[in-house]
Nanobody, 121 residues
Framework: QVQLVESGGGLVQSGGSLKLSCAAS????????MGWFRQAPGKEREFVAH????????YYGDSLKGRFTISRDNAKNTVYLQMNSLRREDTAVYYC??????????????WGQGTKVTVSS
């Protein structure tokens, strides 16, 4: 069965960094576009970033490029999100998603359960 398992969330001070991981199984990871989304309390889900199957193409949500970096390791079936210069407004549950044939905006064929990131001042 398909599984996307996020990890790496936690509590971090403003200005700090975290690296999220998403381990995939149950599908051909290297054939899928992978993405990250987030949902803050009381807000709608927001697109963060996605990366092509090869890792050669990345795309970021508004205002996130430069602070966040998405990457993947197809040998490990894992996608990452490096988050730097974190701000309180980055506090959210972060979700990993996989999409076989990307049609913008990314919708996700498969979703993880999420990992919580809390940024304190």
């Amino acid at each position: 069965q398909v599984q996307l398992v996020e990890s790496g969330g936690g509590l971090v001070q403003s200005g700090g960094s975290l690296k999220l991981s998403c381990a995939a199984s149950g599908f051909t990871f290297s054939s899928y576009t992978m993405g990250w989304f987030r949902q803050a309390p009381g807000k709608e889900r927001e697109f963060v970033a996605h990366i092509s199957w090869s890792g050669g193409s990345t795309y970021y949500g508004d205002s996130l490029k430069g602070r966040f970096t998405i990457s993947r390791d197809n040998a490990k079936n894992t996608v990452y999100l490096q988050m730097n210069s974190l701000r309180r407004e980055d506090t959210a549950v972060y979700y990993c998603a996989a999409e076989r044939l990307l049609i913008e905006p990314m919708r996700g064929d498969y979703w993880g359960q999420g990992t919580k990131v809390t940024v304190s001042s």
